[in-house]
């Protein structure tokens, strides 16, 4: 169960040295740390690799974790900077072009689990690619506003504390490619 | 109401909501952030998380206990100790009807005869855990092979399916317009057929009309013309 008292107690069992809650606060979170991963920086691989980051940073930083905001408000900030790292270290001329290859390495990585039937699984990943080729067509910084105000649920203040940008940029930012989601013709595809 | 207020309203309450109802009919870049709000909306709701696969969750996280089956670790060489200890000191322990004894030392024949045997049981033991090894890597691709051939299998039958489905409604449709199209030819046809015959008649009818009209003038006259 996912929920900031929950969290709370995991978190201060994980303190204590206890690896059970450890596991379970990762078994909570590092699904949607992976594919908040997989949104932004829309590759396999580097999505692996920061929730690698992402959870080591965590919990190295776990006795700074005092509970004013909830618990995944704090680790999708952590994210979100691992993730403004990686667009740092990234070399200007890499793209996510070559997100197709990766994506289906991990179809039949899926398929091999048998968790749910191919057809289904081929569906989810065509959806999933269709998103992924949408967002890539923002910039690095307004994907990751777009991640975080809708697929985080986080507010502009929340978003202002974690990117340490003013929250004014960042609803520049955020309607910006709201503007810019309109005149993309492959909207329609995914909505269909 | 500013345009700021607005565009944070039509992402908290909606684009369709009734207080930004006025704003957007007047203003034609707030209707653009509308419409994107509605679209990432919808884009966003499509998306279906994608399961993680296997990562190295070892790695971050407090340090694990050693497993507390230690002993489990130390039970093979402590055996071996003891194997060789027993067989350093050639001990031999027996029971007969006045009950346990244990031997030191053996006789230097039976002691070749032993040393004989233990090799010979060595080499057997070693001969038997390569066969069994043997067998399980083969039992394991085997296996490994059956699955992956039933998981092909199963994903062309599938996607035969839904191709099958797919082509299906195709056709129907194509059937559907196909007729649809011939009839709407056929009544065209019959009523051009028609028309061909309604002038035939009309112009039967003139050209009767024509010869009654020639034969019932005077020949003088007819002459004259």
């Not at chain 2, 071996?80 to 027996?94: D, G, H, N, S, V």
């Not at chain 2, 082509?167 to 559907?176: K, Y």
């Amino acid at each position: 169960m996912i929920g900031s008292a929950n969290d709370m107690s995991l978190v201060q069992a994980a303190l204590a040295g206890d690896t059970k809650a450890w596991d379970r606060l990762l078994a909570c979170y590092e699904r949607p740390i992976y594919n908040f991963a997989l949104r932004t920086v829309g590759h396999h691989d580097d999505a692996l690799d920061l929730v690698q980051e992402t959870f080591l940073s965590v919990y190295r930083n776990l006795h700074r974790f005092s509970g004013k905001s909830s618990f995944k408000t704090w680790l999708y900030t952590i994210a979100s900077r691992r993730t403004v790292d990686l667009f740092r270290r990234r070399k200007p001329t890499e793209s996510l072009d070559d997100s197709d290859q990766p994506m289906d390495v991990h179809l039949s990585t899926d398929a091999a689990r048998r968790e749910e039937s191919p057809v289904t699984a081929l569906l989810r990943h065509e959806t999933n690619r269709h998103l992924l080729r949408l967002l890539r067509q923002l910039s690095d910084e307004e994907r990751m506003v777009v991640e975080l105000k809708c697929f985080g649920e986080m507010t502009f203040d929340e978003m202002e504390t974690a990117l340490q940008i003013s929250a004014n940029t960042l609803k520049s930012r955020f309607y910006g490619a709201l503007r810019k989601m309109k005149a993309m013709p492959e909207v329609a595809h995914v909505v269909s | 109401m500013s345009c700021h207020e607005v565009r944070d309203r039509i992402w908290e309450e909606g684009p369709d909501a009734p207080s930004v109802a006025a704003h957007l009919l007047r203003c034609e870049d707030c209707r653009e952030v509308a419409a994107g709000a509605k679209s990432l909306r919808a884009a966003s709701a499509a998306w279906r998380d994608e399961p993680i696969p296997a990562w190295n969750r070892a790695a971050v996280g407090p340090p694990r206990p050693a497993h507390s089956r230690r002993w489990a670790t130390w039970l093979p060489l402590a055996a071996c100790l003891a194997l060789t200890i027993l067989t350093a000191f050639r001990m031999e322990i027996a029971r007969d009807a006045s009950g346990w004894s244990v031997q030191f030392g053996a006789t230097k024949n039976e002691s070749q005869l032993d040393q004989a045997q233990v090799t010979s049981l060595i080499e057997d033991a070693i001969a038997s855990s390569e066969r069994q090894m043997v067998y399980r890597v083969q039992e394991s691709l085997e296996r490994l092979r059956q699955d992956s051939e039933a998981h092909t299998k199963s994903l062309i039958i599938d996607l035969a399916r839904y191709t099958r489905e797919e082509r299906a409604e195709d056709m129907a449709r194509l059937v559907t317009t196909w007729s649809d199209r011939r009839e709407r030819d056929m009544a065209l046809v019959e009523n051009q057929i028609q028309n061909l015959i309604d002038l035939n008649q009309s112009n039967r009818s003139t050209l009767y009309q024509l010869a009654n009209m020639m034969r019932s003038m005077p020949p003088s006259s007819a002459g004259e013309e």
